[in-house]
């Protein structure tokens, strides 16, 4: 079993991850600087408070400790915050990742898992995409992504370094069973505002419904959190065994509308969702569905939760744990 550092391991898709590698008897450990995360995600003894940009504080992780590989969580991820205030997605998201990679350089860590994610493709031609479409970003967090992506490849080409990126789609769900599931502040993503507007009926605003989808609402292709980490635990035994860098699309390969969400919360939870339609997101695609059959044929991945119902009903136990009078 190898030990493992994982960034950003107090947060939402980091903290499932790290249960999830626990589980399979890696060691882990987590650096997070609490600045989105939350300590209470993080099994008691392994956090580490410290930010990516100080690169002392990772050499004092680091120093002797001997880690076979590094999971890449930790980075901003408002979309919409990333076009206000873009020099933040920068600094934090690429200097960062470039602290890191410096410190594990030092540190003789050359195994790396990054968390990429489907805006790296922007507004694609057509749906499912696969890893191959043209690149072309629409907002400063997509590009920070892609620029991480970019670094990667050079290292690969100019060291033994050897990485996989796997690019998510959308991510949802929780394992509610350790208490964990999706807490970010503020809230952009539409399953826990779906079911926020459940808990309080206060409704949850739909982007548009002239999109030329079947019902006119986006689609988006939903995995759920812990088949995210049962692919970086897929990803960290190919790069274990000696595998080549390479980057990955993670997806189901099923789109549902947004309409369709919230009749999958209605039907998990049995209430009513309060709801209304606005004006469409800028830079919102029609449709963003993967085509992962890469990730399934070259890790033997496989999703295991493939019901928006079963997600979505993930995702509201979570919700009522967090508020209990729910
Ligand atoms: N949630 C999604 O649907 C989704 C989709 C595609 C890609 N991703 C990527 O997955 C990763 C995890 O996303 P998440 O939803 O779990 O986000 P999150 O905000 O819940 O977790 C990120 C964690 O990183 C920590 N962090 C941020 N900057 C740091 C720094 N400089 N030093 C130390 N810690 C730092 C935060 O405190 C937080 O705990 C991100 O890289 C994100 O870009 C997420």
């Known amino acids: 079993m190898a030990k493992i550092l994982v960034t950003g391991g107090a947060g939402y898709i980091g903290s499932h991850t790290t249960r999830f590698l626990l589980n399979r008897g890696h060691e882990v450990l987590v650096v997070d ?3 989105k995360g939350y300590a ?4 008691e003894g392994r956090l580490h408070k410290l930010n990516l940009l100080d690169g002392e504080a990772l050499d004092a992780v680091l120093a002797g400790a001997r880690f076979d590989a590094v999971v ?5 991820i408002a979309v919409g915050e990333s076009v206000r205030e873009p020099e933040i997605y920068f600094q934090n998201n690429v200097a960062g990742t470039l602290s890191l990679l410096a410190a594990m350089r030092r540190h003789g860590v050359r195994k790396f898992v990054f968390s990429s994610t489907a805006a790296v493709y922007g507004n694609p031609e057509s749906t499912p995409i696969p890893e191959t479409a043209p690149h072309r970003p629409v907002n400063p967090y997509g590009e920070s992504k892609l620029m991480v992506e970019r670094i990667l490849r050079w290292l690969d080409e100019c060291s033994g370094f050897r990485y996989v990126a796997l690019r998510y789609f959308n991510a949802c769900g929780a394992a509610a069973e350790y208490g964990i599931g999706e807490e970010h502040e503020p809230e952009t993503h539409l399953i826990p505002l779906i079911l926020r507007a459940i808990r309080t009926g206060s409704p949850v605003t739909v982007f548009g419904n002239d999109y030329p989808t079947p019902d006119g609402t986006c689609i988006r292709d939903y995995i759920h959190v812990l088949d995210l980490a049962s692919a ?3 990803a960290l035994d190919h790069l274990l065994a000696g595998g080549a860098s390479d980057s990955f699309n993670a997806g189901t390969g099923i789109g549902y509308s947004v309409l369709e969400v919230i009749k ?3 039907a998990a939870t049995g209430r009513q969702v309060p709801f209304q ?3 469409r997101r800028e830079g919102d695609p029609a449709e963003l569905v993967a085509d992962s059959s890469k990730l399934m044929k070259t890790l033997g991945w496989e999703p ?3 019901s928006l119902q079963e997600m979505v009903a993930s995702a509201w136990q979570f919700e009522k744990l967090r508020h209990a009078s729910a």
């Open 33 to 35: 600087d609490l600045s």
């Open 40 to 43: 209470h995600n993080v099994p």
């Open 72 to 76: 890449h969580f930790a980075a901003f």
């Open 232 to 234: 970086h635990a897929a």
């Open 264 to 266: 999958a919360a209605e």
């Open 277 to 279: 339609i606005g004006r």
């Open 304 to 306: 295991k939760i493939t």
